[in-house]
């Protein structure tokens, strides 16, 4: 099974718990598709690098109008070994994407691991730092 997929799981099972209300849509693009399916959504996305979770809830605070999150596997490294740039350009198109969204008023980061990524929700729909 796709390990990030777990992640997707857990999250989902979580939100569902912990914020029953809160509105959430999962990006179908990183699981296992075949290639007929990836195909036709690569074929309608509006960029490279588009979010994993997208958390349609403004924060408490007012400061973000939802929290995009790109989600990786326990133990992915985001930086190479000089850590002043993305580990690839994969990582480097999502980081892009992501500061794209915060330009726009989204918290935008990436979670890695089921903890870390649970941080960040935790840390967004209750604190709203």
Known sequence: MNREYQIYRNIAYYLRLQYPKVLY???PTGLNLSK???GQLKAIQGGKG???LFIIERSK???YNGLFLEIKAEGTRLLDKTRSN???DHL???AMFLYELSKRGFKAEFG???DECMKVIDNYLRNSS
């Open 92 to 94: 480097t198109d999502q």
């Open 36 to 38: 007929t399916q990836s």
């Open 25 to 27: 849509h999962f990006d």
């Open 86 to 88: 993305y580990a690839n």
């Open 61 to 63: 605070d007012g400061k």
């Open 50 to 52: 588009y979010p994993d």
């Open 112 to 114: 890695v691991g089921f």
